[in-house]
């Protein structure tokens, strides 16, 4: 079956570093949502890129899906103590059907 | 700004026994979703669910488990014969659309499985 596969499982930063989480998945994707989990609570959609190379801005966040559409990668600038939590990829497979990555968790240090 | 609703927030069930987890999804959300997360594990996929029927289910969506909106408003997922690897956190989720929209989830609820 598909696989989508985040790297790295964890990342401990200092507060005001920067972080990036990777997502690699084995099918080529028609679009890829990330989500932020904070400990102890749900998921929360952050974001849904569709088209092959796009890059957007949520504030300190930048989201790129890749030219191939196979991956996409979340970056952070200059962590804060509130982006702790746990990030998802998730893509659809199918029409009805979504399939979560691994998940990256990242702690900061204050 | 509306939210998924889930009860109950903690459900310990003995081995064996049935358990219905329910949800109230956002009012003018189409699809439904349920997914498990086992501690300290990814969100898996089980069911979605659109015009009162199963879209897709996962493998772990055997025979054990069914899911119903026995109104307009609950959406429910059942587990028969409990077994103690089922213990996880059950999240539902519900989109205004399919496929590529934006799930908005449930605080959970935490099944445990004595």
């Known amino acids: 079956g598909q696989q989508v596969m985040q790297i790295p499982q964890y990342q401990h930063v200092q507060e005001g570093e920067d972080f990036t989480t990777y997502c690699n998945s084995s099918t080529t994707l028609s679009n890829i949502q990330w989500y932020k989990q904070r400990p102890g609570g749900h998921p929360v959609f952050l974001i849904q890129l569709v088209k092959s190379g796009e890059v957007k801005k949520q504030k300190r966040l930048t989201f790129q899906f890749g030219e191939a559409k196979k991956n996409s990668s979340l970056h952070i600038t200059a962590t804060q103590t509130t982006d702790v939590g746990t990030y998802f990829c998730a893509v659809t497979s199918g029409t009805y059907k979504y399939i979560f990555g691994t998940g990256t968790r990242l702690k900061v240090l204050a | 700004e509306p939210e998924v609703t889930q009860t109950p927030s903690h459900q310990v069930t003995q081995m064996g026994q049935e358990v219905i987890l329910r949800c109230v999804p956002i009012s003018n959300h189409l699809y439904f979703y349920w997914y498990r997360q086992i501690l300290g594990q990814k969100v898996e996929f089980l069911v979605s669910f659109y015009n009162n029927e199963i879209s897709e289910k996962s493998e772990i969506f055997d025979d054990q488990f069914s899911v119903e909106r026995p109104d307009g408003s609950n959406f429910t997922l059942k587990i028969r014969s409990t077994k103690l690897e089922d213990s996880a956190m059950y999240f539902c989720?519900?989109?205004?659309?399919?496929?590529?929209?934006?799930?908005?989830f449930g605080d959970g609820t935490r099944l445990s499985i004595l």
């Open positions: 989720a519900s989109s205004l659309k399919r496929g590529g929209q934006p799930q908005h």
